[in-house]
């Protein structure tokens, strides 16, 4: 892909609002997670500061996290891993969510780079990981985050309610690649793929078991759960993130009256934080346990 400009501006732009905006107020964030060792706490705020300035220079650089090896290529996915590192110990740490269990199943769909891969097994280093992403360019870098922490497998595929072929939608963001665009986004045409859609059922029907089935699809929440009838049966919790644009109110209703229509017992026990900036948030985790 040709550098213009425009593109190098606007790959300034975001690092400059990272460094400068969320960096230091996430560092603030992470030195407070009382269930994670202040000796790791430290030691992953030095592994981020050292790796800045290779990401700055456009290089990738290895950022550690208790025992989990983290490959960053941009300035957003260091903020978004560091990010799940909050949420995940918000979430799913201090909720004992897979507290008690040996080697908790957990199914990360929409799992770009393995951000949130790499803070569930930061906590919770037993966790069997299966991560599903559709990008094949951000499949590669997933799998590769994959390989370093072992016991984890991923399929470069999206999910929805039955197995065709779609136009994946990319953006600069790449956590913001969509089967869905929205007309507020800035999706280049360009960049578009095809890429395979399989229901959730088929990839996990070997798993007996789901005890934790993360869905972060970008506006395709209510596909991905259509074809998921059968896995949330099987699942213990369930961690969706909705979009809280005006646009998308609908969407999160449908969604959420879907799982109760699959799984009567489902009840919501935790609202992650808003993300975004504060006048106008874009997105939120909802958790809900499915089974009493």
Same mark, same amino acid.
């Given at each position: 892909?040709?550098?213009?400009?425009?593109?190098?501006?606007?790959?300034?732009?975001?690092?400059?609002?990272?460094?400068?905006?969320?960096?230091?107020?996430?560092?603030?964030?992470?030195?407070?997670?009382?269930?994670?060792?202040?000796?790791?706490?430290?030691?992953?705020?030095?592994?981020?500061?050292?790796?800045?300035?290779?990401?700055?220079?456009?290089?990738?650089?290895?950022?550690?996290?208790?025992?989990?090896?983290?490959?960053?290529?941009?300035?957003?996915?260091?903020?978004?891993?560091?990010?799940?590192?909050?949420?995940?110990?918000?979430?799913?740490?201090?909720?004992?969510?897979?507290?008690?269990?040996?080697?908790?199943?957990?199914?990360?769909?929409?799992?770009?780079?393995?951000?949130?891969?790499?803070?569930?097994?930061?906590?919770?280093?037993?966790?069997?990981?299966?991560?599903?992403?559709?990008?094949?360019?951000?499949?590669?870098?997933?799998?590769?985050?994959?390989?370093?922490?072992?016991?984890?497998?991923?399929?470069?595929? *999206?999910? +929805?309610?039955?197995? !065709?072929? &779609?136009? =994946?939608? %990319?953006?600069? /963001?790449?956590?913001?690649?969509?089967? $869905?665009?929205?007309?507020?986004?800035?999706?280049?045409?360009?960049?578009?793929?095809?890429?395979?859609?399989?229901?959730?059922?088929?990839?996990?029907?070997?798993?007996?078991?789901?005890?934790?089935?993360?869905?972060?699809?970008?506006?395709?929440?209510?596909?991905?759960?259509?074809?998921?009838?059968?896995?949330?049966?099987?699942?213990?919790?369930?961690?969706?993130?909705?979009?809280?644009?005006?646009? *998308?109110? +609908?969407?999160?209703? !449908?969604? &959420?009256? =879907?799982? %109760?229509?699959? /799984?009567?017992?489902?009840?919501?026990? $935790?609202?992650?934080?808003?993300?975004?900036?504060?006048?106008?948030?874009?997105?939120?985790?909802?958790?809900?346990?499915?089974?009493?």
């Amino acid at each position: 892909m040709t550098t213009t400009p425009r593109t190098r501006w606007g790959r300034a732009a975001l690092w400059l609002r990272f460094y400068v905006g969320r960096s230091v107020s996430l560092d603030a964030e992470t030195l407070r997670l009382r269930r994670w060792p202040a000796r790791e706490r430290a030691a992953f705020i030095a592994s981020k500061t050292a790796a800045l300035p290779a990401i700055q220079a456009g290089r990738p650089a290895d950022v550690r996290a208790g025992d989990v090896l983290f490959r960053a290529t941009s300035a957003v996915d260091l903020g978004t891993f560091q990010s799940c590192l909050l949420d995940v110990h918000d979430e799913i740490v201090v909720g004992g969510v897979l507290d008690g269990i040996e080697a908790p199943v957990v199914v990360d769909v929409g799992a770009n780079v393995g951000q949130f891969a790499a803070a569930i097994r930061t906590f919770v280093p037993g966790a069997r990981i299966v991560s599903v992403e559709p990008d094949p360019q951000t499949h590669a870098k997933l799998a590769h985050n994959l390989g370093a922490m072992g016991g984890a497998r991923c399929h470069q595929v *999206a999910v +929805g309610e039955r197995r !065709e072929v &779609l136009t =994946l939608h %990319r953006h600069h /963001v790449s956590v913001m690649a969509t089967l $869905r665009p929205s007309d507020i986004e800035d999706y280049d045409p360009d960049l578009t793929v095809e890429v395979d859609v399989v229901p959730i059922d088929e990839l996990t029907a070997d798993l007996e078991r789901v005890d934790l089935l993360k869905i972060d699809v970008e506006g395709f929440e209510v596909e991905a759960l259509r074809g998921a009838r059968e896995t949330l049966q099987r699942t213990r919790y369930l961690l969706i993130e909705v979009g809280l644009g005006r646009e *998308a109110s +609908g969407a999160n209703l !449908e969604a &959420l009256a =879907l799982v %109760r229509e699959l /799984v009567p017992t489902a009840r919501i026990v $935790r609202f992650g934080r808003p993300l975004g900036v504060v006048e106008d948030p874009i997105c939120q985790d909802v958790l809900i346990a499915l089974q009493r």
